[in-house]
């Protein structure tokens, strides 16, 4: 299958290659040319179950007790004092100028809590406490914490940073990115993060089950064919032989090894291959064929690296692409791997950093082979990677240092802050992407990462050498993005909701068609979408609203009642719920909603604007006007509210 489709690209490569001077390359070695077999393990038999670490452990107890004590040991779990690794006092406050809010964490009993609150003239005008459910972070460098609405998980926004012991807004909310608590926590990160767990596919964050952190299987496969054999007494001299029930990534070829970590350790702009999903990769795969990782590259600014991308820093090594070309060349599989250096089941705190000087003198045998100066390097004992790999910033994390895995010579330090010039993203574990992959790294850098602009023009031309029904969805999310409501609606409008598979791309259509504000397809829309992902609350809400809008107001209530039964806690529901029913003339309910919508945000605008308009109706205007008042505290230069204010 990828065979076939890196000739489609080799064919009509040169001619792309002739109109784009962004050019999308990659760093790794030549791909799979050495000759190592790649084996058939049992374990990726879809029919092979996950069967968890406590099974395991009845049987490889030392590597358990060992490996539960590291950093992917306890990467996530149930929020407990055990389990915090952050300092508590009743003073700590932190204070978000931006959006003028206070956090304060504590525990009461066992349970762990972050407030939110509002200080006004030495009032507390307004709080919020929610529980934190699970800690994500071994508190290696930070603990994360996240809350559970019925299986939907959202992230709390209160953060505590290991390495400088402090609290603070969680990675991302700084600087007025302050989402509160409705960061959204997705199959992306906690398959990362933790043990697979159970996702309700298209629903965004909703879960079935969670486990309790990274455990054995995510680099080893599933175990269930593996402990029935070896229950059953079929054992195999492993130091001659391969057990193919269960991966040993060791056995694997390198590329394939370097895949295990990789599918985690390169965090970048994931690319999900069509048809498949974030939980489909199984070790001893190859990463490629299921996720692509494109990451954008600036022109000299090679120091800048994010946390979670150690393999792609390694790979940019002279110590990796020498010895890896070496390795292909005499079809040997050895090479530097991440488990050259580490032993994942012990944890790099316990592991001397002799162990990895004597990596490096593997290869460099000769000490002279350093140039730098022997008395120099004596006063730093001679440690090759405290001068080589050293420690630095990351530029996702706050407060958080990692090393950086491009072995190199030390950079002088620079003084000059080089303005950054875009040149174009690629891809890092995949020399052959196609151009759906590419056309969607584009579409998805812009979308998640706040990219260039141009990255959409990228992503359209790429878009036109593209001839598979792929090409649709792509085409209706990059026209979406560019809001071409009108081309999506001319587009689409003989097409039969049924025939569209991809929920998002249903979604869009109806998105659509209500921007052009023909209200019954759009409903239609929205209908098929919700067959195909009934568990996803924004497809549920849009439904709700569009029927609100053209007045069938009972079918909407009764739809953003069943949102709010899933998760009662979405305040943009509340508010549209307290429309529907003053529609009906309801206005006692309708006040009931739009102050539930504010006890959980008391800036949301949009209730705060309905419930000034509802004073007003119930003649209320003193009323009306000290909550107009309100929003332009925080935002003077409103138009549309001055002229509200100026109306009343
Ligand atoms: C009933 C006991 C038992 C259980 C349970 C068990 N193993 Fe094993 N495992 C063994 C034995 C015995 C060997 C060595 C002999 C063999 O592989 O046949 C082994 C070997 C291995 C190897 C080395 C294979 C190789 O080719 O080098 C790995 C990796 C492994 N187990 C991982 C796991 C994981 C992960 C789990 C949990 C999913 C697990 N084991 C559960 C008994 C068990
Ligand atoms: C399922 C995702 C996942 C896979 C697969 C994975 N890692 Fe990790 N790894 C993580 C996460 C997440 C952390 C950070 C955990 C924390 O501190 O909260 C981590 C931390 C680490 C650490 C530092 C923690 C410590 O205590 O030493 C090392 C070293 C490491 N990984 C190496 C590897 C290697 C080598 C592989 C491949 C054999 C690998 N990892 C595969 C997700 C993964
Ligand atoms: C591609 C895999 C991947 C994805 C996706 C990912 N992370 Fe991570 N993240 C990692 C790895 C690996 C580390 C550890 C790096 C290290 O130890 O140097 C990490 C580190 C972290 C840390 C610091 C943890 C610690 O104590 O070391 C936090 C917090 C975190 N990630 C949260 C998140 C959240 C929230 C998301 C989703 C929005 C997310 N991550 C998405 C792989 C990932
Ligand atoms: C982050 C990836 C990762 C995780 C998680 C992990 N292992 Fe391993 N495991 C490896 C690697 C890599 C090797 C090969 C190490 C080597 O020999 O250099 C290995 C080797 C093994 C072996 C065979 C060699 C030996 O040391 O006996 C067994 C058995 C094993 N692991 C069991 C487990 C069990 C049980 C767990 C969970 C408690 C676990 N592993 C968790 C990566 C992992
Ligand atoms: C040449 C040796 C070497 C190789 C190869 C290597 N590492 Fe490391 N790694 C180190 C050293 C040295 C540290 C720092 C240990 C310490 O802090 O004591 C480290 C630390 C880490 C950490 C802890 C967090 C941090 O950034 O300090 C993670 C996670 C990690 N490595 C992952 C990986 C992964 C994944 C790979 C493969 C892509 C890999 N390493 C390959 C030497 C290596
Ligand atoms: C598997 C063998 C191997 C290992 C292990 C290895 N190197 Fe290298 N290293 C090489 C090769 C080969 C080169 C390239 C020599 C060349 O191209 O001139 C190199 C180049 C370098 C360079 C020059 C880089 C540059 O950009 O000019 C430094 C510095 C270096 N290694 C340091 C280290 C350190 C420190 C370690 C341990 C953390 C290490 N190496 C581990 C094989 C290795
Ligand atoms: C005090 C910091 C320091 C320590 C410790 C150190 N190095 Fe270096 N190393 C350097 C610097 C600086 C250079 C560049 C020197 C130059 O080009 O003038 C260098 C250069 C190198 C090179 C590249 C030489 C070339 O061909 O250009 C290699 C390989 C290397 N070091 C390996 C090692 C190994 C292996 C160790 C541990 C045994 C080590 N270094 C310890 C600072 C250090």
């Known amino acids: 299958m990828i065979r076939k489709k890196s000739v489609l690209v080799s064919a009509t490569f040169s001619a792309i290659a002739f109109i784009f001077f962004l050019t999308v390359y990659c760093n790794s070695p030549s791909d799979n040319k050495n000759n190592s077999v790649e084996h058939e393990y049992l374990n990726h038999d879809s029919s092979v179950k996950y069967v968890g670490i406590e099974t395991c452990r009845s049987c490889h107890s030392s590597i358990y007790n060992s490996f539960i004590q590291t950093g992917m040991g306890q990467s996530f779990n149930i929020a407990s004092k055990k389990k915090s690794a952050a300092e508590f006092s009743s003073h700590t406050v932190v204070y978000d100028k931006i959006s003028d809010m206070s956090y304060h964490p504590f525990f009461k009993g066992d349970s762990l809590y972050i407030m939110e609150f509002r200080i006004e003239k030495n009032d507390t005008i307004y709080k919020r406490i929610e529980k934190a459910d699970y800690i994500i972070g071994s508190g290696q460098h930070t603990n994360s914490h996240m809350m559970n609405v019925n299986g939907y998980l959202y992230q709390l926004p209160l953060t505590w940073y290991a390495q400088k012991k402090k609290w603070d807004l969680p990675p991302g909310f700084e600087d007025g990115k302050n989402v509160h608590f409705s960061r959204e926590i997705g199959i992306e990160c906690m398959s990362c993060h933790n043990a697979l767990p159970g996702f309700v596919e298209n629903s965004v964050n909703k879960f079935t089950s969670i486990p309790r952190g990274i455990d054995c299987e995510r680099c080893h496969g599933p175990g269930e064919l593996h402990v029935k054999e070896k229950l059953a007494g079929k054992i195999i001299d492993t130091s001659k032989a391969i057990d193919f029930t269960i991966v040993n990534p060791k056995k694997l070829p390198y590329e394939r090894q370097i895949d295990v970590c990789q599918r985690c350790h390169l965090q970048g702009n994931a690319i999900v291959k069509s048809g498949k999903t974030f939980y489909d990769f199984r070790p001893g795969m190859k990463l490629s064929d299921f996720i692509e990782v494109y990451m954008p590259k600036y022109k000299e600014h090679d120091d ?21 070309k070496q390795s292909n060349d005499n079809s040997k599989s050895t090479g530097l791997t991440c488990i050259t250096c580490h032993n994942p089941h012990v944890s790099v705190k316990v592991t001397g950093k002799q162990v990895f000087n004597n990596v490096c003198m593997n290869c460099h045998e000769d000490k002279r082979s350093c140039k730098e100066d022997l008395k120099i ?29 491009w072995i190199k010579i030390p950079a002088k330090k620079e003084t000059v802050n080089k303005l950054k010039e875009f040149a174009g993203i690629y891809c890092i574990n995949n020399k052959q992407t196609d151009f759906v992959s590419k056309c969607e790294a584009y579409i998805s850098y812009f979308e998640k990462f706040n ?24 085409r209706i999310h990059l026209l979406f993005l560019k809001n071409e409501f009108e081309k999506i609606v001319a ?58 809008i053209q007045n069938k107001i009972d079918e909407g209530i009764q739809i953003l009642e069943r949102s709010l039964r899933k998760n009662p806690k979405q305040y943009e529901v509340l508010t549209n719920l307290g429309f529907a029913y003053l529609k009906r003339n309801d206005t006692g309910k309708a006040m009931e909603l739009y102050n539930n919508a504010l006890s959980l945000n008391p800036d949301f605008e949009q209730a705060l604007l309905n419930k000034a308009g509802l004073y007003n109706y119930i003649g209320k205007s003193f009323e009306a006007k000290n909550i107009l008042k309100q929003i332009l505290k925080r935002d003077p230069q409103n138009t549309a509210v001055l002229a509200l204010f100026k109306s009343l």
Not at 390 to 405: A, F, K, L
């Open 377 to 405: 390097r004596a006063e730093k004992n001679d440690n090759c990677v405290g001068c080589h790999m050293q420690r630095s910033g990351t530029i996702d994390i706050p407060h958080v240092t990692v090393t950086d895995h």
């Open 491 to 548: 587009e689409t409008k003989d097409i039969k909701p049924e025939t569209i598979t991809d929920p998002w791309t249903s979604y869009r259509i109806g998105q659509a068609f209500q921007n052009e504000k023909i209200f019954t397809v759009a409903e239609k829309w929205y209908a098929h979408t919700l067959t195909l992902a009934p568990e996803n609350l924004d497809f549920l809400n849009k439904y709700g609203a569009v029927l609100i």
């Open 451 to 474: 990219g260039e602009k141009s990255s959409l023009d990228s992503a359209g031309k790429y878009l036109q050498f593209v001839l598979k029904p792929e090409e649709l969805n792509s």
């Open 304 to 324: 800048e690296f994010i946390m979670a991308s150690h393999a792609q820093r390694l790979q940019l090594s002279k110590c990796f692409i020498s010895t890896m």
